[in-house]
């Protein structure tokens, strides 16, 4: 094999409560990307459409986590990668994941698959870090693995595979304005108060018993954010707004995507998501921000292979 094209997916990160460890996959909205080998050795970033970014390789999240594995690979030929952006970056929905997982996962198939997912997902992170200036996973496993993703930890790296009730449906809302995820963390405190990591680790806690026990009443009382949430939401134009009409109408929860500016609601059923993303579009069709909704089932496949040549 030669060369792959492969789908790489968005992705909600945090999950309300889970600040940097949780994470899922979604279903309609990714990037492709199209990874060859050439004689040429090294990264060669050669085509990028959709958005402008940089191309040359350590300056772009897919050439960086690139980079780190062909560093540990050593093959004797080089790689070639082209990016088609669907996903805005500075979106919250994982852009740069989708770019830094495409490059080493599509590198992976070309080797024969030297590299397991854990391994991919360390490699991936380096791309990440260029794009938040610091190493979370949060958003590169759940596209890695599919579903939902608890990361254990970083150093050493531990991913851990969470259960997906098959009824869960998301609902995205993205402003079409751009938060950068290293200013959005840069506003956060250093330290929280003793009574709000009580909440969060009991929200983390009851969630994910909640995902093993397919008990969509506790999923609702668990996506609670106390501690991110009051800080971030103010960066995000008619957050309690939208966070209410989903609500209101039958969302299990509603929350900042990662690092905004999107919004993300979960859902029992595609109808109640079509319900939420009807209210939520009303929301901001009053407002004059251009924005886009999505609604998606969880991907419980994550990263997928499009097509191969020999
Ligand atoms: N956990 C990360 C954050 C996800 O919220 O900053 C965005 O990269």
């Avoid at 590169?140 to 009730?165: D, M, N």
Wanted: aromatic share 8%.
């Amino acid at each position: 094999m030669n060369e792959i094209k492969i789908f790489s997916p968005a992705t909600v990160a945090n999950v309300s409560c889970g600040f940097d460890v949780l994470g899922f996959c979604l279903d309609t909205i990714g990037d492709e990307m199209i990874i060859k080998k050439t004689n040429k050795k090294g990264i060669h970033i050669t085509k990028i459409e959709g958005y402008d970014l940089p191309y040359e390789a350590q300056k772009n999240v897919a050439g960086v986590s690139a980079l780190a594995m062909l560093e540990d690979a050593k093959p004797d030929f080089g790689f070639e990668i082209e990016i088609f952006k669907n996903i805005k970056p500075g979106s919250g929905v994982g852009s740069s994941s989708a770019s830094a997982v495409g490059s080493v996962f599509g590198m992976n198939e070309l080797l024969g698959k030297p590299y397991n997912k854990t391994q991919l997902t360390n490699f991936a992170m380096k791309g990440e870090a260029l794009a938040s200036q610091c190493e979370h996973a949060d958003n590169i496993a759940p596209a890695i693995f599919g579903g939902f993703t608890l990361v254990k930890s970083i150093a050493p790296l531990e991913v851990l595979q969470l259960p997906t009730p098959k009824n869960l449906f998301a609902v995205i809302i993205h402003p079409q304005i751009e938060i950068k995820t290293s200013e959005s963390r840069a506003i956060l405190p250093k330290k929280i108060d003793l009574k709000d990591a009580i909440t969060q680790w009991s929200n983390v806690g009851s969630l994910v018993h909640a995902l093993h026990t397919n008990d969509y009443e506790l999923l609702s009382k668990s996506l609670t954010d106390v501690v991110v949430e009051p800080f971030r939401s103010q960066l995000i134009p008619h957050f309690g707004d939208v966070r209410n009409a989903a609500l209101e109408n039958g969302a299990l929860g509603c929350g900042i995507s990662g690092s905004g500016p999107s919004i993300f609601s979960l859902c029992f059923g595609n109808e109640n998501a079509q319900n939420v993303a009807k209210a939520i579009r009303n929301v901001y069709s009053k407002t004059e921000i251009p924005f886009e909704v999505y609604v998606s089932k969880i991907n419980t496949e994550g990263i997928k292979i499009l097509n191969t040549n020999a």
